[in-house]
């Protein structure tokens, strides 16, 4: 494995649909990826700068919104209602990270849960815009421009999101081994030795905040193309915890963490659809139980089994998950 | 502006106000005294209006007696949620006690709504319906009672921290753990203590509220948010702070609810937050740490 183990993940992941023509497997499959991206954007903020948000559901519903509210009311080709509600997230998130990230520690993560519900709490009221509780729905596939290669299939929308998975799994162990990088894992490690060696550990973070709202926000857009329809639910407390427990379960500061913590919780849940209401309950035990025995997430099971030999995919680790 | 509407919005406000500060007073107390966020805070509050229920119901007492077994059962249940989900993890990262607290409050959230069913439940009172008048003033009983045993119990929690030797214990813990602990103070019992009256003051909020309001078991995810606008706006582990803030928070909402939209005033209270933090980042009395 060794050096070549993301190449491997890469063509397993592309393989993977084709071994079945079951639709209800490549659904499975559409939302792991979906949860994935969303777990590795939202893991920038936990395991790289170092802080716990509550708030990244909101982002991945303002870019569902973005893309459904502009379908609804333009015909703009998919790509760019892609890059709009990237741009829009990120904006939110600059909005918001500028006034949350001048806390430290917990109080940050109960003003991210503030600022999460008051963007919950909005969605919820602004009936004109956003059409309430109802939600919006019969919203249009993803294409380039108008029915011009039209994604309709679940393997389709599987692709695309894959592809942006890899794209960023790849930005980010680019960023990691990269100067900047470096300069993210001194700033949460420790702030005040970081901005004594020159780092401005403020635009450091905001800068990691920007790009993961942003990248929640094309998670979002493609899930609202994907699945047809967006209501508030998206944003609400149950799924910002769900987010958080991908990236915790699977392992915070890595890049194969979240995607195994993504894989886990869609996994699980379908799992446990037989037990009916009892699924939620065994989820939160296990949840509950994986960070009291387990603090380093899946992946500190690997290292904890394998010694060193994982060292290659994820070189994001050094400094540890503490 | 009509001053009686005027009155009667800013007696609701207070009214509603005293329930956010015995939430926020628990969470604040948990905070300040152990430095842990406790996010499974509204579950107690959940569970203290369903124990109220299930008391009159099952065991057929009066509302009173039922809101005082529920308020001391919920209490009680703060001891085992401390033994199983925060004391083995004080040394641990902070992460790790939060989201072992999210843990706690995902299973009895989930569990209320296995055991207790979805549906919403009204709790009886024979305070609901009767009012009180002064002059033009319009109150129930029901509300006068949560105001008036608000402020009581917050003047009992006063004094126990103030004046007891458990109180004391408290306050050495908050000041520096390892310190008070060479003192010879007890630290698991501190914690014991802390968390009793921190649920038992959120259980005792729920009964009060119970009666107002439908109760349903996801009912707690909203009492933890108001709870956590609260002591961000007063400053987190300040009792002071928890009072004013949650005050000022009901006539706030209240206001904006009578004047401007019922919608708009639940965005308000956020809308507050974010004011007072771009102004003064600790909260109105508190102290946090700075990026």
Redo the contacts between chains.
């Keep these: 494995m060794g050096r070549y183990f993301p190449l491997v993940a890469v063509a397993v992941a592309i393989v993977l649909p084709l071994l079945t023509t079951n639709t209800y497997f490549h659904h499975l499959l559409v939302l792991w990826m979906l949860f994935s991206l969303l777990a590795l954007s939202l893991n920038v903020i936990i395991g790289y700068i170092g802080e716990l948000s509550f708030g990244h559901a909101a982002f991945f519903g303002i870019g569902a919104y973005v893309a459904a509210i502009l379908g609804m009311h333009t015909g703009l080709p998919g790509v760019v209602e892609l890059i709009l509600a990237a741009v829009i997230a990120g904006a939110f998130g600059f909005a918001i990270g500028y006034v949350a990230l001048r806390i430290v520690g917990p109080q940050f993560a109960i003003l991210t849960l503030g600022f999460g519900s008051i963007i919950y709490t909005i969605t919820n009221y602004w009936v004109d815009l956003t059409r309430g509780p109802m939600g919006i729905s019969n919203i249009q596939p993803l294409s380039v421009s108008g029915d011009f290669l039209a994604l309709t299939g679940a393997r389709g929308y599987y692709y695309v999101t894959l592809f942006f998975v890899v794209a960023f799994a790849y930005a980010c162990y680019a960023l990691m081994s990269s100067r900047t990088g470096r300069a993210f894992i001194a700033t949460r490690e420790n702030a005040p030795l970081a901005s004594s060696l020159g780092i401005d550990v403020f635009r450091m973070k905001l800068l990691g905040f920007v790009v993961a709202t942003a990248v929640a926000g094309v998670g979002g857009a493609l899930y609202a193309h994907y699945l047809t329809v967006v209501t508030p639910d998206v944003m609400s407390l149950q799924y910002m915890a769900a987010l958080i427990i991908m990236v915790i379960v699977g392992g915070r500061g890595t890049i194969a963490g979240p995607i195994i913590g993504a894989l886990i919780y869609v996994g699980l849940l379908e799992a446990l659809r037989a037990v009916g209401p009892m699924r939620l309950v065994i989820f939160a035990a296990l949840l509950t139980l994986s960070v009291i025995f387990l603090p380093g997430g899946i992946v500190s099971l690997w290292k904890r089994w394998f010694g060193e030999s994982e060292a290659a995919p994820r070189p994001a680790e050094e400094g540890g998950a503490s | 502006m009509d001053t009686v509407v005027l009155a009667q919005q800013l007696t609701n406000g207070l009214v509603n106000g005293m329930t956010y500060v015995l939430i926020a007073t628990g969470l604040t107390l948990v ?1 300040g005294v152990l430095h842990i ?1 406790n996010f499974a805070h509204g579950e107690f509050y959940m569970l203290g209006a369903f124990f109220t229920y299930f008391a009159a119901k099952l065991l057929g007492l009066d509302y009173i007696s039922a809101a005082v077994v529920a308020t001391l059962g919920v209490a009680v249940l703060g001891i085992l949620a401390n033994r199983l ?1 925060f004391w ?2 004080r040394r ?5 006690v ?3 607290s ?3 409050a ?2 009895l959230t ?2 209320g ?2 055991l207790f069913g979805a549906d919403p439940k009204y709790v009886n009172s024979p305070f609901a319906d009767n009012v009180v008048e002064v002059g033009q003033l319009v109150v129930t009983q029901q509300r006068v009672l949560i105001f008036g045993v608000g402020a009581v119990v917050l003047v009992l929690l006063y004094l126990f921290i103030k004046h007891t030797r458990v109180g004391k214990m408290m306050r050495a813990t908050a000041q520096n753990p390892e310190g008070a602990a060479l003192t010879g103070v007890n630290i698991r019992f501190v914690y014991t203590v802390t968390f009793v009256l921190a649920c038992g003051l959120a259980a005792l909020a729920g009964a009060l509220v119970g009666p107002t309001a439908m109760i349903f078991p996801t009912v707690g ?1 909203w009492a933890v ?1 108001k709870g ?2 609260v ?2 706006l007063g400053g ?1 582990g300040s009792i002071p702070g928890a009072l004013i803030g949650g005050l000022l928070l009901g006539v706030v909402e209240s206001l904006a609810g009578g004047y401007i939209s019922l ?2 005033a ?2 308000i209270g ?2 507050i ?2 004011g007072v ?2 102004w003064r ?1 600790q909260g109105l009395f508190g102290t ?4």
């Design positions: 905070f966020i989900f083995p993890l641990e990262h902070e992460f790790t939060l989201l072992s999210l843990g706690l995902l299973l989930n569990g709504e296995l995810s948010l956590f606008i002591v961000i987190l919608g708009f639940q965005a956020y809308a937050i974010i933090l771009l980042p946090a740490r700075r990026a």
